[in-house]
């Protein structure tokens, strides 16, 4: 059975930093990302990762801020978060698939996990 379990959200102020963290149970999938949902908008990505970590993908919104990183040893995925905003604020997801490109569409990711919550004061 697979399980993705996320950690690590919790409250900051603006301007900090915060590290989330997905441990995959059972396995090591090719790609992993993380996608986010704000109060009353839709699911948007947030940055992916390939299997050697070497391929890396983020939006916009997290370019020269967030950090995604994983430990294949570990099947564990993380986002590192600097500088943070009070639109950061949302409900973060980890996904997991086993495509061998660095994807950006939700549809392509096969496992997700609960959602962990990060709110960030203004």
């Known amino acids: 059975q697979v399980q993705l379990v996320e950690s690590g959200g919790g409250l900051v102020q603006a301007g900090g930093s915060l590290k989330l963290s997905c441990a995959a149970s059972?396995?090591?999938?090719?790609?992993y990302a993380w996608f986010r949902r704000a109060p009353g908008k839709e699911r948007e990505f947030v940055a992916a990762?390939?299997?050697?970590?070497?391929?890396?993908n983020y939006a916009d919104s997290a370019k020269g801020r967030f950090t995604i990183s994983r430990d294949n040893a570990k099947n564990t995925v993380y986002l590192q978060m600097n500088r943070l905003k009070s639109e950061d604020t949302a409900v973060y997801y980890c996904?997991?698939?086993?495509?061998?490109?660095?994807?950006?569409?939700?549809?392509?990711?096969?496992?997700w996990g609960q959602g962990t919550q990060v709110t960030v004061s203004s």
């Open positions: 059972g396995r090591t999938f090719r790609s």
């Open positions: 990762i390939s299997w050697s970590g070497g391929l890396t």
């Open positions: 996904a997991a698939g086993d495509t061998r490109v660095v994807v950006t569409l939700s549809s392509e990711y096969d496992y």
